[in-house]
């Protein structure tokens, strides 16, 4: 089957042509029809986030078709369209897990990163794992839901109640929380790049209150802000911005140094909490979501085999929304 696997960070992917995988007890056999292009697919393509397999099939944003079932496997039929996401697989045993937090296993596999993923024409998964995709869906509209929704949701629920939500990196992740926000009555205030007047106009025209340069203040002070961005620079920025007992999130795997700030800027309550995976609890109460309001997802299609210009365009912001691999 054709693939596109990374031998060696820092290197372009490799068009291969590999043997299709057979799926294990419990485990389904999935033909990709669409799958996201993350932005923590560059930061192990870029060598940000360690590989410990190679070489690897990237890319854990995986819309596609049940076609065939392991032993024990009975939770989705031949046939049926599911999701693949970035959590893989969990122990159940660790300290983490039994307490529910099982985002936080210590023994926690990855797709896309331990396990082959998505740039691939098939792949296999643990059947536990895979989320329903809402009909309403196509499968380049759905596959972004499946990390920068999921991640993206877990971040929005750290701000809590807060009623004006600032967003600094006004990318795939943000422009889908920004719709559930605005849909549940929020105030959404979005912080790109400087000069970026394409990606203002974006943000307001999905009903943002605000949108300006990452380096300047917002307008009024912010309940609490999601930093989506991999620019450690930006939480200090987050700090000054939001108001005593705010909350600032940082939604990344990856995030480039923080510099340091006066404790003045932490001082008053604000805390600073990172993101990390998501839960399976998190897929159900998104997709609920998803379709309830329902979010549109904009979406820039690309070839199997032009995956390293998609990672390229990802890199330079050359487009807004989400890129999406379609291998239909």
């Known amino acids: 089957m054709r693939a596109m696997q990374l031998f060696a960070p820092g290197t372009p992917l490799a068009s291969s042509d590999i043997p299709e995988p057979t799926p294990g007890a419990g485990e389904i056999l999935v033909a990709v029809c669409a799958c996201g292009v993350c932005r ?6 870029d060598g940000e986030l360690a590989a410990p397999k190679l070489p690897v099939v990237p890319g854990h944003e995986i819309v596609g078709r049940v076609i065939a079932r392991g032993e024990g496997a009975h939770r989705f039929q031949v046939g049926e369209r599911v999701g693949i996401p970035w959590l893989a697989w969990t122990c159940g045993a660790c300290e983490a897990c039994r307490r529910g937090a099982e985002n936080l296993c ?6 896309g990163l331990h396990r082959d993923g998505g740039y691939a024409e098939r792949t296999v998964a643990d059947e536990r794992f895979a989320v329903p995709i809402p009909p309403s869906y196509t499968d380049a509209e759905a596959a972004p839901l499946l990390c920068a929704g999921l991640i993206g949701y877990r971040a929005y629920a750290m701000t809590g109640d807060a009623k004006r939500i600032g967003i600094y990196g006004f990318g795939a992740a943000a422009h889908v929380i920004a719709q559930v926000a605005i849909a549940q009555g929020r105030e959404i205030y979005a912080f790109t790049r400087p000069g970026d007047a394409m990606g203002r106009d974006f943000a307001m025209g999905l009903g ?13 002070a912010l309940d609490a802000a999601i930093i989506f961005a991999p620019v450690g620079g930006l939480v200090p920025a987050a700090l000054s911005a939001t108001r005593r007992g705010g909350t600032v999130v940082c939604a990344g795997i990856h995030m480039s140094d923080i510099p340091s700030f006066p ?5 008053g309550e604000r805390s600073v909490r990172s993101v990390a995976n998501l839960t399976r609890a998190d ?4 997709m609920k979501v998803a379709s309830e309001i329902p979010i549109r997802t904009t979406v820039h ?3 199997l085999a032009e995956a390293n210009r998609a990672l390229d365009d990802l890199r330079r912001g050359a487009f807004e929304g989400a890129a999406v691999l379609d291998l239909t």
Not at 106 to 111: I, K, S, V, Y
């Open 283 to 286: 897929a159900q109460a998104f």
């Open 301 to 303: 299609g690309y070839a």
């Open 40 to 45: 923590t697919d560059l930061h192990i393509a």
């Open 106 to 111: 210590e023994n926690a596999r990855f797709t």
């Open 263 to 267: 404790y003045s800027l932490l001082w």
């Open 208 to 220: 943002c209150r605000w949108a300006g340069d990452s380096n300047g203040p917002p307008p009024v």
